[in-house]
């Protein structure tokens, strides 16, 4: 009989990008415009390009966290006033149909290594020609008049529309991280819970009445998951530097330039510095990459909510109560790692095992499994 001689359900990494959409990479704040992406040049469709090489080089759907305002009709901007400087200030000559047809082609041909997600029109809040941070908060958690966040949702939708983008967005990423983890603001995440989002993910440390979550990566706001996103590991307009520090949480969060090189044609280059710098949390026995949101969504909670005890050969799993907020929206499998000889196989006690491989650079088994009861076990065969 063969013992184990560790297990885990691995702590899970997804991957989101913000300030994705806009055209012009030009840091506009200081004269108020907005911040975009402060790149050293213009954006073009192999930026997208270089979103689908890191998901499909690493196997994950990383978010792309989209402003959208310029992909917008000028008078579709000009219609929501605090959208912009008067109307100045958006420059979308920077987009033209030739782009925005090459950019929804590679967005719709990378579904799986693209997720996109809501972050906003414009970022910012403009009272006539001077902004204030933050697209649907203000920065002491005030949420903006409800019926512009419509008006917000509404052109977000029709954007992504008009350019074959696909469904609305199940996740959102708050702009200028500002969020308020508030029971008073059940009327704005109904209208967004009403859109369709399901995950939000955001900095705790920014986060306005954090320390009202209780669970230490991610609380239950009205109904809709909210995740840390932890620090960064970039400030948000390097690129092609070198990538420092740990991922400690579930979320490598970053900045579109991150991710980019001064020369289109060379974006790869860049891709591959993350590619190889997150592929090492896949070997690790207590961390994994998780394919999508929904699957890192599920992990993270039987990850918290799961205790695992081993006994020789035996790994009982007992799982506490999950809210029924969640049940809705995370799957009912989840991965657990065991570091055992090679050729051990498994057997389920009051549990299905979906899957089963060994990974020879990790030196560990990963099996996808769906518990029928709280408490289950994993045996040696
Ligand atoms: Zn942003």
Redesign the pocket.
């Known amino acids: 009989m063969k013992d184990i001689i560790d297990c885990c359900i691995p702590l899970p990494l997804q991957i989101v990008i913000?300030?994705v959409g806009w055209w012009s990479g030009e840091d506009g704040s200081k004269k108020h415009e907005p911040y975009r992406t402060g790149f050293i040049r213009d954006h073009v469709p192999a930026d997208y390009q270089a979103i689908a090489d890191l998901g499909s080089k690493l196997g994950m759907r990383p978010q792309a966290?989209m402003?959208l305002g310029e992909w917008a009709e000028t008078k579709d901007i000009s219609s929501i006033p605090s959208c912009s400087k008067s109307g100045k200030g958006w420059n979308p000559e920077n987009c033209n149909k030739i782009l925005l047809e090459k950019t929804s082609n590679i967005i719709q041909s990378n579904q799986a290594n693209i997720e996109i997600t809501l972050?906003g029109i414009s970022?910012e809040y403009w009272k006539e020609d001077t902004f204030t941070r933050g697209e649907w908060y203000d920065q002491n958690g005030k949420i903006r008049p409800i019926d512009e966040c419509l008006q917000r949702l509404e052109l977000f939708k029709k954007i992504m529309y008009d350019n074959l983008l696909g469904l609305f967005p199940e996740s959102y990423?708050p702009?200028?991280f500002v969020d308020n983890f508030s029971p008073n603001k059940e009327n704005f995440l109904e209208l967004f819970k009403k859109y369709g989002i399901k995950y939000i993910s955001t900095p705790f440390s920014t986060m306005l009445n954090a320390k009202e979550v209780k669970n230490k990566y991610y609380g239950i706001d009205n109904g809709i998951i909210t995740i840390d996103r932890g620090q960064d590991l970039m400030q948000w307009n390097k690129f092609n530097v070198p990538i420092e520090g740990e991922v400690s949480g579930p979320i490598c969060g970053m900045?579109w330039p991150n991710i980019l090189h001064e020369d289109p044609a060379r974006n790869n280059e860049t891709v591959d510095l993350w590619v190889n710098h997150l592929k090492k949390y896949q070997l690790k026995l207590d961390r994994m990459l998780s394919k999508n949101t929904k699957e890192m969504c599920s992990q993270l909670v039987y990850h918290q909510q799961t205790l695992l005890s081993l006994n020789s050969n035996t790994v009982d799993i007992e799982s506490s109560k999950i809210p029924e907020d969640l049940i809705r929206i995370i799957n009912n499998s989840f991965f657990i790692k065991i570091d055992t000889d090679m050729n051990a196989s498994f057997e389920g006690r009051n549990l299905e095992i979906v899957s089963q491989e060994y990974t020879h650079e990790g030196g560990h088994h990963v099996l996808e499994v769906i518990p029928h009861e709280d408490q289950c076990a994993l045996i040696i065969k």
Do not use: G, L, S
């Open positions: 913000d300030d966290a402003i972050h970022h990423v702009t200028a900045h």
